[in-house]
């Protein structure tokens, strides 16, 4: 037996990353436009940094609450009133090590060997793979693409559910496709959890990226108290902190010693320093979230115009998150079209097929960028299109 025999089944089947395999193939070119990953351009701002930077000279550099430190969790709170008009006491918020530790850390909490959890797809590769490494089976229910866009089918959702279903993770905004659930939807995908008596897993991490009017629908502006739902969310997207990794979780206070005992045994808990900048971005960060959505809309409009021209690209012009899922006519293999697109145009994109069941032939490009690179990308992918 070899090493990686040895190891569990579930770490040994732990996939490679689509999108990690392009970036390491193209990282290093020179002139290359890097639109494959999740993230803008921008640095975290300064008033971000001076806060964690004071605190670290100051000496906050001990153990500290595992929950979060109590000016974090009060900040979140303050946060939820002004965007969400919800008044929630500290109580009901977690600091975790990233987004993605509050969904390792809710799968913990709600499934393991053998049960099962649905998810929307194309998807973030993150949650299926997580959930796979959790021994929980991923389900994986498709989202319907026409003419008219992106949209969820909540009889496709029931029609997946078994005896060993747990969960829904519903991800809106939408990482790829930047499909936005209607009050509608979301209210139908709530009933359903609920005459099934199901957790929801509900990563709203791109709610105030949204094109429309205000913040995007929220399973908060229909859901009670009661209702079985963990919120994970993130700095990363909003405040230009993507490697920070700080995260949080709002769930019900009842349940705040389980997830304190889980940070626990995974992290321990977050530098306190860096919680210090997470409260900045908080109570001072309104001005520069808006200035990004703005941002990153005249971005949108402008890829899906110059693409759009060359009549090869096919696409839904996303309602929120920063991204554009899109498909080139003739082009069925994205992952093959992705290095191909590194070869050729020098730009960076990652294939459809690393989001799962229905993106094999989209390609996804991250616009939260200066304009004008998202220009230059843009025509270089139309010119490569020519010759594709």
Same mark, same amino acid.
């Given at each position: 037996?070899?090493?990686?025999?040895?190891?569990?089944?579930?770490? #040994?089947?732990?996939?490679?990353?689509?999108? $990690?395999? @392009?970036?390491?193939?193209?990282?290093?070119?020179?002139?290359?436009?890097?639109? &494959?990953?999740?993230?803008?351009?921008?640095?975290?701002?300064?008033?971000?940094?001076?806060?964690?930077?004071?605190?670290?000279?100051?000496?906050?550099?001990?153990?500290?609450?595992?929950?979060?430190?109590?000016?974090?969790?009060?900040?979140?709170? =303050?946060?939820?009133?002004?965007?969400?008009?919800?008044?929630?006491?500290?109580?009901?918020?977690?600091?975790? +090590?990233?987004? *993605?530790?509050?969904?390792?850390?809710?799968?913990?909490?709600?499934?393991?060997?053998? /049960? %099962?959890?649905?998810?929307?797809?194309?998807?973030?590769?993150?949650?299926?793979?997580?959930?796979?490494?959790?021994?929980? $089976?991923?389900?994986?229910?498709?989202?319907?693409?026409?003419?008219?866009?992106?949209?969820?089918?909540?009889?496709? !959702?029931?029609?997946?559910?078994?005896? =060993?279903?747990?969960?829904?993770?519903?991800?809106?905004?939408?990482?790829?496709?930047?499909?936005?659930?209607?009050?509608?939807?979301?209210?139908?995908?709530?009933?359903?959890? #609920?005459?099934?008596?199901? &957790?929801?897993?509900?990563?709203?991490?791109?709610?105030?990226?949204?094109?429309?009017?205000?913040?995007?629908?929220?399973?908060?502006?229909?859901?009670?108290?009661?209702? #079985? !739902?963990?919120?994970?969310?993130?700095?990363?997207?909003? &405040?230009?902190?993507?490697?920070?990794?700080?995260?949080?979780?709002?769930?019900?206070?009842?349940?705040?010693? @389980?997830?304190?005992?889980?940070?626990?045994?995974?992290?321990?808990?977050?530098?306190?320093? *860096?919680?210090?900048?997470?409260?900045?971005?908080?109570? %001072?960060?309104?001005?520069?979230?808006?200035?990004?959505?703005?941002?990153? #809309?005249?971005? =949108? /409009?402008? @890829?899906? +115009?110059?693409?759009?021209?060359?009549?090869?690209?096919?696409?839904?012009?996303?309602?929120?998150?920063?991204?554009?899922?899109?498909?080139?006519?003739?082009?069925? /293999?994205?992952?093959?079209?992705?290095?191909?697109?590194?070869?050729?145009?020098? @730009?960076?994109?990652?294939? +459809?097929?690393?989001?799962?069941?229905?993106?094999?032939?989209?390609?996804?490009?991250?616009?939260?960028?200066?304009?004008?690179?998202?220009?230059?990308?843009?025509?270089?992918?139309?010119? &490569? *299109?020519?010759?594709?």
């Amino acid at each position: 037996m070899t090493l990686i025999d040895s190891l569990r089944t579930e770490a #040994r089947a732990a996939p490679e990353s689509g999108i $990690v395999a @392009v970036v390491n193939y193209g990282r290093l070119r020179d002139g290359m436009i890097p639109l &494959w990953a999740g993230e803008g351009d921008l640095p975290t701002p300064a008033f971000i940094t001076d806060a964690a930077s004071k605190a670290l000279a100051g000496g906050e550099t001990f153990y500290t609450w595992q929950r979060g430190i109590p000016d974090l969790r009060q900040a979140l709170s =303050r946060y939820y009133a002004r965007h969400f008009g919800k008044n929630f006491p500290e109580e009901e918020f977690i600091v975790t +090590g990233s987004g *993605m530790h509050a969904i390792q850390l809710a799968l913990d909490a709600l499934a393991g060997a053998g /049960d %099962e959890v649905v998810y929307l797809s194309p998807a973030w590769p993150n949650f299926d793979a997580a959930a796979g490494i959790a021994g929980a $089976v991923p389900v994986a229910v498709t989202l319907d693409h026409s003419g008219n866009g992106w949209s969820c089918d909540v009889e496709k !959702i029931a029609a997946s559910i078994t005896p =060993r279903t747990k969960a829904l993770f519903i991800n809106t905004p939408s990482n790829p496709t930047g499909w936005t659930a209607d009050h509608e939807t979301l209210q139908a995908i709530l009933a359903l959890a #609920r005459a099934k008596n199901l &957790w929801i897993i509900a990563d709203e991490i791109y709610s105030l990226f949204h094109y429309g009017h205000g913040r995007a629908p929220s399973f908060l502006d229909i859901a009670s108290a009661e209702d #079985r !739902i963990l919120y994970v969310n993130s700095f990363s997207k909003n &405040w230009a902190m993507t490697g920070w990794r700080v995260g949080w979780i709002k769930t019900h206070p009842s349940l705040q010693q @389980v997830f304190e005992n889980l940070i626990q045994y995974s992290s321990s808990g977050v530098a306190q320093f *860096m919680q210090r900048g997470a409260v900045a971005a908080l109570d %001072e960060g309104d001005a520069f979230v808006a200035e990004q959505v703005e941002r990153a #809309r005249k971005a =949108r /409009d402008l @890829v899906c +115009g110059i693409l759009g021209a060359t009549g090869r690209a096919g696409f839904t012009v996303p309602q929120g998150a920063f991204y554009l899922f899109f498909t080139v006519e003739g082009i069925t /293999d994205s992952r093959t079209a992705a290095f191909d697109i590194v070869d050729k145009a020098n @730009v960076g994109l990652a294939p +459809g097929t690393a989001f799962g069941p229905g993106g094999e032939a989209f390609l996804r490009l991250c616009f939260h960028r200066r304009l004008d690179q998202i220009e230059e990308a843009a025509h270089r992918l139309a010119k &490569w *299109m020519k010759s594709a």
